[in-house]
């Protein structure tokens, strides 16, 4: 395999609390797919923000509400190029991933009624299944299950089966957060629009890791989050086509969001400014653009190239333990590994690894529907990022090894 | 022996290890003495909830003391469970509910004592304890 071309050792100086200790030992972060850390570029941007131009945006006739408009604005279509959409009012400003979710679930209630069918897949995190189940309750339509099967690879033939003219909507993952499956959805997005089906892409696992581009998947709705993207927590976007969110009702009520109030009727803003009701997280949208900045200089695919050397790594080496299984064994996957270990719980794993400084994440990852169907409490999850390093790995799997010897 | 001596003895026993490898080790070698809980009171009632593991508690008067059994699925907190059950099981209900557990952070364990921590151990405690207010209720 080719190696990589980045500099790892440079770009993990990047990053302060990679120098940091845990329990005694210089720590191993491997649970990048449940928030990234932060390089200096990033942090510079907060600090700078509030040392410089904090000011509230759009309204203020001052120079300091200026700059910060203005820096907001940019950052806005740093957004826009990064997933190349079309338009910059495309892109909404949102706490995260799980608010782009509910602004969509939200605006569908004026569109759906009994009888119409939403579909979503079996490896969904809880984020995209509960505001649909509730969409769902509100309207009367039904939600419907995209199977999977034991590699945790959607049945694309049954979901074929499932679409018909009451398909209203089909959610799915572009990568799955606990089993690191890249999901098909060119093919979910072109099948779902051949019946008349808007389709919305929970992308919070797969912007960090592989090129997105919303218009050559032509997909309709897309969510990331800043803070699995090297930002800080609290910030994301949704993506939407403007016919669609010219169409959506809006989500919350405020200031911002309104063209003219008065006590008879109030008309709407125009896009993004109608779901963008409230002071938003200004810092963090404007260090959500510097993240993107940052990945976008090291390159998303140098990124995606040393990831998957690293996924290959921790996978051979981790099935060399014996009683080891791997939860997620798609051909397709970012650099996510999900296992557990015969005879023991995850949680003793995870707890004797945190002692040795090496951060992993244990338990359902919020997608117990997952865990239901593999019959198992929960896993050990391992998620790589491109400042992690094969010694890393080593260290992580003579953890495991350590940890298994303690607990048979 | 009351509680406060045989947590001292735990502290003891505790103080014995240099590094944190051999204290969970030992915290691993007591779970494997923890007094089981019967099958048929494994049930939902009886899980600790705020745990990422799953553990039941049960508890029982004999005479006017109260009596633990407890299981876990997870290795460590069954380790957990049995040290305190240790320090309070064959005790009077008042003197659970009055007891401290500083000897926790003593033993190391200290970081185990978060209230966010997903092994629950402050509901464990918790759980133990409401166990005796409920028996000592009766014992009034």
Known sequence: MQQTTLDITRIRKDFPILKREVNGNPLVYLDNAATSQTPKPVIDTIVGYYSNYNANIHRGVHTLAQEATDAYEKARIKIQNFFNAAKAHEILFTSGTTHSINIVANGFSSFLTKGDEVLVSAMEHHSNIVPWQMLCERTGASLKVIPMNPEGELLMQEFKGMLSDNTKLVVCNHVSNALGTINPIKVIISEAHAVGAAVLIDGAQAAPHIKVDVQELNVDFYTASAHKLCGPTGVGMLYGKEEWLTKLPPYQGGGEMIAEVTFEKTTYAGLPHKFEAGTPNICGGIAFGAALDYIKNIGIEAIAQYEHELLTYATDRLLSIEGVKIYGTSQEKTAVISFNIKGIHPYDIGTLLDKMGIAVRTGHHCAQPIMDYFKIPGTIRASFSFYNTKEEIDRFIDGVVKAKQMLS | ?140
């Open chain 2, 1 to 140: 022996m009351s509680i406060q001596e045989i947590q001292q003895n735990i502290v003891d026993e505790f103080s014995m290890f240099d590094d944190w490898m051999q204290r969970y080790e030992y915290m691993i070698d007591l779970g494997k003495s923890l007094p089981l809980i019967e099958e048929k009171y494994k049930t939902e009632d009886n899980i600790i909830k705020g745990c990422q593991s799953k553990v039941w508690v049960h508890a029982e008067l004999e005479d006017d003391k109260l009596v633990f059994t407890a299981d876990s699925d997870a290795i460590i907190t069954k380790g957990i469970i049995a040290i305190l059950i240790r320090a309070f099981s064959h005790q009077k209900p008042q003197d659970i509910i009055d007891a401290d557990t500083h000897f926790i952070d003593e033993i190391g364990l200290k970081e185990h004592l978060s209230p966010t921590r997903a092994n629950g151990l402050v509901s464990m405690i918790k759980q133990l304890k409401l166990y005796a207010v409920a028996y000592q209720t009766q014992l009034n």
